[in-house]
């Protein structure tokens, strides 16, 4: 009998697993019905040797000092500023939009001042800003929205951006200067042996067993366990009993390439006539030394892993009914970014589940027995 079952060993069930069995001193069984930990963080050698993310991009930023030092005492950390370029009319841009963006794209010479008022003539004034449409005309008007977000973020989600929340675009912000920074934390970095080794060291207590390629919906009944952590997608948690909710999937392509580098930062985004959205070169994440270099393509699909909750008000709506269920357990919590259907970063899945450990400290007592055996989802 396992004092705790985790389903997942992402950041929400690894996190939860290494506060239990270190603060708790209880024991866990971490499962994953993929081959490795991590999570969609998951990194590995590939056959030429290269670092690569297996599930795309993951850079690492937060605001939250103390999101940081927690993840601090399983890795070293390696000074890394993410920059991002767009291919919009044959050249490459930089993304978020800046000074620079406006400047090159149409030949200009403006001056920060100039641009607030370059904006000013073209942006559309909305009522109620509330698609991802709405964020993006009002911002800087129509024309720039269609040649860097428009397809870029149909091809993503599989609908158009009037058909999704504001939360969407509002993650790209617009910039008068000239900083050309992906991201605007104060904590940016990525872990200096990789994510996999980070997640072995979170994972490396006595008190915690990992079990790979299992899959909580057959050894269900199987494994006797007090407490349950799932960190799945809610609406399979539940036997889909209230309808399917949409998660957006991709498929990637890697490929390594006989010469030393392939593009000039680790991402090029591509808004206009190719179908995938973007290009990662993986050797400008790792700073990893190599002749060759590996890189993969992103084609966003609506079928294979969930990997997005897909935000837009009938899905809220849906998840919110979802997560009525959930209040109803007893001895059980649905962590992370596919329980919770939330467009989360890793730092805020890492302090989700902090947060989650503080509830369970305040609410459940060491050793005590679960409530009155496991309320499960299928019963
Ligand atoms: P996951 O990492 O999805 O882990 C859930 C685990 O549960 C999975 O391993 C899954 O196999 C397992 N599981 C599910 N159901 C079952 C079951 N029935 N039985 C057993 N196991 C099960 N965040 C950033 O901060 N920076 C970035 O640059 C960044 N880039 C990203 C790029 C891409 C392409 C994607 C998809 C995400 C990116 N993210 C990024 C977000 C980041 O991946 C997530 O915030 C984080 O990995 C979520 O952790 P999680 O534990 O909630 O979920
Ligand atoms: N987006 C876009 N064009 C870009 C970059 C982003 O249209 O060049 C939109 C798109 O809808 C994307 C969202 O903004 O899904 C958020 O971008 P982000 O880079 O944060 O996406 P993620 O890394 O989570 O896939």
Not at 166 to 186: C, E, I, Q
Request: aromatic share 12%; hydrophobic share 35%; proline share 5%.
């Amino acid at each position: 009998m396992f004092d705790w079952l985790i389903v997942g060993a992402g950041f929400a069930g690894s996190v939860l697993a290494e506060r239990i069995a270190s603060q708790r001193n209880e024991s866990v069984l971490l499962i994953d019905r993929r081959n490795h930990v991590g999570g969609n963080a998951y990194d590995c050698y590939d056959e030429a040797g290269i670092l690569i993310h297996r599930y795309g991009p993951h850079i690492f930023h937060t605001n939250s000092q103390a999101i940081a030092d927690y993840l601090s005492q399983f890795t070293a950390w390696r000074p890394y500023e993410h920059r991002v370029l767009s291919r919009v009319d044959g050249k490459l841009l930089p993304i978020p939009i800046n000074l620079d963006t406006i400047n090159r794209l149409y030949d200009l010479e403006l001056t920060s001042e100039e641009l607030e008022a370059f904006f000013a003539a073209r942006r559309e004034t909305v009522e109620q800003v509330a698609t991802a449409e709405d964020v993006v005309v009002s911002t800087v008007g129509r024309e720039l929205y269609e040649k860097f977000f428009r397809f870029y973020t149909t091809k993503q989600w599989g609908r158009d951006p009037s058909q999704l929340s504001k939360s969407v675009t509002a993650r790209v912000p617009t910039r008068l200067n000239r900083d050309d920074r992906y991201f605007g934390d104060v904590f940016q970095n990525m872990p200096a042996g990789g994510y996999t080794r980070m997640f072995q060291r979170m994972l490396d207590n006595p008190r915690i067993s990992v079990m790979l390629q299992t899959d909580y919906r057959t050894i269900r009944p199987q494994i006797p366990h007090r407490r349950l952590i799932y960190t799945g997608p809610v609406d399979e948690f539940f036997d889909f009993r209230l309808g399917i909710l949409p998660y957006r999937s991709l498929r990637f392509r890697h490929v390594t390439l006989d010469r030393e580098t392939f593009q000039p930062v680790a991402v090029v985004n591509y808004p206009q006539d190719e179908d995938y959205t973007r290009i990662t070169e993986y050797k400008h994440l790792t700073g990893q030394k190599h002749q060759r270099t590996s890189l993969s393509y992103e084609y966003p699909s609506d079928v294979g892993d969930p990997y997005y909750p897909v935000p837009c008000a009938e899905n809220e709506t849906l998840y919110k009914r979802y997560e009525m269920l959930a209040r109803g357990l007893r001895d059980v919590w649905l962590v992370g970014r596919l329980a919770t259907y939330r467009y989360y970063n890793m730092d805020q899945v890492v302090g989700q589940a902090l947060a989650t450990f503080a509830r369970i400290q305040k609410t459940v007592p060491v050793g005590t027995p679960a409530s009155t055996g496991l309320a499960e989802a299928a019963e």
